[in-house]
């Protein structure tokens, strides 16, 4: 599936709805937020284990919360610095999309078609049982593909423009996996916001 529309889509899946806004802030408003993101936040870059070789994990990430509270995937763990004005407006113009309160978001710097974030869920313990994750998309256009974990023929991909915003709603992070690949087009930087509300266990 291929998709791409000036209006709200609302896509109800086997086990999952998600709702895509193509252009839920305007360009100007877009352009502004990736330049002050790109040259504000404190991008870090991290070290994943994967099958037991360690590498830099390939995009670059940073933390903010309105708690103190830590973010762990993929044996790393994050600790937030507090929320910047910039990031509050967009949390309030999100939450009242997604008519839902964020605690946390985690910011994704993708330099390239070299960096990408492979076949995942958010099913972290600390996100709860099912998961609400806002995905705000700022600069180069990347495709993000996601399957179903058992049903073969459930495979998608939205391509996520510049000002986009797509949340993930219902039990998809239990039931589905999703990935950034990478791609050897010659694409600019695109930062990715995902707001999440993450509790103390």
């Known amino acids: 599936m291929d ?14 709805e998600l709702v895509y806004l193509p252009k839920f802030i305007t360009l100007e408003k877009a352009n502004f937020y990736f330049e002050h ?13 994967v099958f037991g070789k360690t590498y830099k994990q390939p995009r670059l990430t940073a933390l903010y919360a309105n708690n103190n509270i830590n ?10 610095s507090p929320f910047t004005s910039e990031l509050l407006d967009l949390k ?3 939450e009242q999309e997604a008519q839902h309160k964020f605690t946390t978001v985690l910011l994704n ?7 990408s974030n492979g076949w995942h869920a958010d099913n972290e313990k600390k996100l709860g049982i099912n998961p609400i994750i806002a995905s705000l998309s700022l600069g180069a256009i990347r495709t993000f593909h996601f399957k179903h974990r058992h049903l073969k ?9 510049h ?9 998809m992070q239990h039931y589905w996996l999703h990935q950034i690949s990478k791609t050897k087009k010659d694409i600019g930087e695109r930062i990715n916001l995902t707001f999440r ?4 266990i």
Do not use: C
């Not at 973010?71 to 937030?80: D, E, L, R, T």
């Not at 710097?109 to 960096?115: E, F, I, K, Q, T």
């Not at 023929?153 to 423009?161: A, F, W």
């Not at 000002?163 to 039990?171: D, W």
């Open 92 to 94: 309030q113009k999100i």
């Open 71 to 80: 973010y762990s995937y993929s044996n790393i763990s994050m600790k937030p």
């Open 163 to 171: 000002g986009s915003l797509l949340i993930m709603k219902g039990t």
């Open 109 to 115: 710097l993708y330099r390239n078609g070299n960096d």
């Open 153 to 161: 023929t459930e495979r998608h991909k939205i391509e996520l423009q």
């Open 37 to 49: 993101l790109k040259s504000n936040t404190n991008w870090q870059q991290d070290y994943i284990t």
């Open 3 to 16: 998709l791409f529309s000036e209006e709200k889509i609302v896509l109800k899946l086997p086990d999952a």
């Open 197 to 200: 509300t993450i509790k103390s």
